[in-house]
């Protein structure tokens, strides 16, 4: 069965550190999705990753395939990057959700 | 900036009922798909679509569910009678091409569904 796990499921962090959130999964993906998802219920597709890293502005994510593991990094934290982060693994055309990291940037 | 849109935003209906939720993908998107989320819990996937049919669907896409791609640019969810367990947001989504170099997907603000 796939499991997506998340970690930690909230953090809280003040404006300008580094962060990272987790993602493991058990079974052979196709992609690894990281997905932000605004207070106001809203979605953005931030990466998809079937290998190495990718880097966006302040955003790098990470995959280990070996190890099925995903890691997103936010870089000079801001405000306005809280919102909840979720990892979604897609094998074939299915997906599966992590329960999403709930981050608060604190001025 | 193209964008998913979906209609209604918010739909009530009651316990029983049929409704029906519509998606606009992007215009040159092949790949559609719906999701929901109960309030709450995490994203669930419900079914993709490609060339005219489901190409995977899970667990919770029943017999009461159904999708159609009625005209070149809609994209709808049917649920045929409504429990109240369905209660949810439903997101669509669409994205190009399978290993295209431009593989994210696009999300539409969703619909919340309430079933009474």
């Known amino acids: 069965k796939n499991e997506v796990e998340q970690s930690p499921q909230n953090l809280t962090a003040q404006e300008g550190e580094f962060i990272t959130i987790n993602c493991s999964y058990s079974?052979?993906?196709?992609?690894l999705h990281w997905l932000q998802q605004h207070p106001g219920g809203g979605i953005v597709s931030l990466f998809m990753?079937?290998?190495g890293k990718k880097k966006h502005g302040r955003l790098i994510a990470t995959i280990n395939i070996q190890e099925k593991h995903s890691s997103l990094h936010i870089t000079a934290s801001h405000p306005r990057d809280s919102a909840v982060y979720i990892c979604a693994e897609n094998t074939g055309n299915q997906f599966y959700f992590g329960t999403g990291t709930s981050l608060t940037v604190i001025p | 900036e193209p964008e998913v849109t979906q209609t209604p935003s918010h739909q009530v209906t009651q316990m029983g009922q049929e409704v029906i939720l519509r998606c606009v993908p992007i215009?040159?998107?092949?790949?559609f798909y719906w999701y929901r989320q109960i309030l709450g819990q995490k994203v669930e996937f419900l079914v993709s679509f490609y060339n005219n049919e489901i190409s995977e669907k899970s667990e919770i896409f029943d017999d009461q569910f159904s999708v159609e791609r009625p005209d070149g640019s809609n994209f709808t969810l049917k649920i045929r009678s409504t429990k109240l367990e369905d209660s949810a947001m439903y997101f669509c989504?669409?994205?190009?091409?399978?290993?295209?170099?431009?593989?994210?997907?696009?999300f539409g603000p969703g619909t919340r569904l309430t079933v009474l």
């Open positions: 990753l079937s290998s």
């Open positions: 215009s040159n998107h092949l790949y």
């Open positions: 079974v052979g993906i196709s992609a």
């Open positions: 989504a669409s994205r190009m091409l399978r290993g295209g170099v431009t593989d994210t997907q696009y």
